[in-house]
């Protein structure tokens, strides 16, 4: 993780996140979620994560597949893709660096996710 491309992706991901979010609130769900994303790329590997986190059929309070649709905006402002995970595959010579730029927005919106109010599920 670099702190300078961390840095640079604080002030896009707060863009996103208060477009997505407007009112300033974000379910708190997504604080714990991104908050276990880089261990889990770390732990599990970037394509088992992705695919974990795009799974739409989990049952959990948010929908997971939201974030990496957030990181996919900071990464690509005009992807074609929706999905991280197909990006990544499609992009699969590169996967290592995308890895780290993917590593370094999650720690940008997990910074800046802490700068909205957290409103706690139904």
Request: aromatic letters at 8%.
């Amino acid at each position: 993780m670099s702190k300078k491309n961390i840095e640079k992706y604080i002030p896009e991901a707060m863009k996103v996140l208060q477009k997505e979010f407007p009112q300033g609130a974000i379910p708190s769900a997504y604080n714990g979620y991104i908050s276990s994303f880089g261990a889990s790329i770390i732990q599990s590997g970037l394509k088992p994560t992705l695919a974990l986190f795009e799974n739409t059929n989990a049952n959990t309070k948010e929908d997971k597949s939201y974030l990496t649709k957030i990181i996919l905006q900071i990464l690509q402002t005009n992807a074609d893709e929706t999905s991280l995970l197909r990006y990544v595959l499609a992009n699969s010579k590169d996967e290592e660096y995308l890895k780290q730029q993917i590593l370094d927005i999650a720690v940008a919106v997990k910074l800046s996710i802490r700068t909205f109010k957290l409103k706690k599920g139904e």
